[in-house]
């Protein structure tokens, strides 16, 4: 399985470690633009450029980020995966979430 992590911090990290020990995942995209390019969280997970982490598909993708940031991010991720974790509320409001459910 090739995965995508959005945000790696306290449960993206832990997300990301718990990931890594599945014998079925074979790589872990981590896209977050507080972390440089190239930066290894474990032998299968390395983070990449904005560019990069949308250029490809997944076959599921966890998004970890703050509430703003995820509503953001939520659209552009939902074409590349066709299973995606939200790890905070899916909106802010009932209308960003009712947008999110429609994207």
């Not at 977050?32 to 990069?52: I, L």
């Not at 250029?55 to 590349?80: G, M, S």
């Not at 066709?82 to 009932?94: D, F, I, M």
């Amino acid at each position: 399985m090739k995965l995508l992590v959005a945000g790696s911090g306290l449960i993206g990290g832990q997300r990301i470690q718990a990931l890594t020990k599945l014998p079925a995942v074979s790589e872990i995209t981590v896209f977050d633009p507080k972390v440089s390019e190239g930066t290894k969280f474990s032998p299968k997970a390395t983070a990449v450029n904005e560019q990069a982490a949308f250029a490809k598909k997944y076959d599921a993708a966890v998004v970890a980020t703050p509430h703003d940031t995820a509503v953001e991010l939520l659209p552009r991720i939902f074409p590349l995966a066709p299973n995606v974790l939200v790890e905070k509320p899916l909106g802010r409001t009932s209308a960003e979430t009712e947008n999110l459910i429609a994207a």
